[in-house]
Nanobody, 124 residues
Framework: VQLQASGGGLVQAGGSLRLSCAAS????????LGWFRQAPGKEREFVAAISWSGSSRNYADSVKGRFTISRDNAKNTVYLQMNSLKPEDTAVYYCAARGAIVVPSTLPDRYDYWGQGTLVTVSS
């Protein structure tokens, strides 16, 4: 089972990026998916999560209104559209999947599968 995150890069403040996370090895259409991030010297923190159907979505207060999580179960892929980026959004972003659990969670230890991370750097 592998989650492959991509789409990170360097962007100026106010810009946008779209992260993708493609899963292989098993289907995650019955799993909640999430995005977390970890800035240098800080703990991993919750960013956004989505239920198996996409009908339920959760966001950290710090990204609400700027980030949008979505998924395409036919492609076994989850996305994170990030708009109005700020320097404090700079971090390594990780996608994660809950094994056959449809309800999203904000807690990292509720996720069974993790991607390798993609670096997002926002310059001021």
């Amino acid at each position: 089972v592998q989650l492959q995150a991509s789409g990170g890069g360097l962007v100026q403040a106010g810009g946008s990026l779209r992260l993708s996370c493609a899963a292989s090895g098993r289907t995650f259409s019955d799993s909640a998916l999430g995005w977390f991030r970890q800035a240098p010297g800080k703990e991993r923190e919750f960013v956004a999560a989505i239920s198996w159907s996409g009908s339920s979505r959760n966001y950290a207060d710090s990204v609400k209104g700027r980030f949008t999580i979505s998924r395409d179960n036919a492609k076994n892929t989850v996305y994170l559209q990030m708009n109005s980026l700020k320097p404090e959004d700079t971090a390594v972003y990780y996608c994660a999947a809950r094994g056959a659990i449809v309800v999203p969670s904000t807690l990292p230890d509720r996720y069974d599968y993790w991607g390798q991370g993609t670096l997002v750097t926002v310059s001021s």
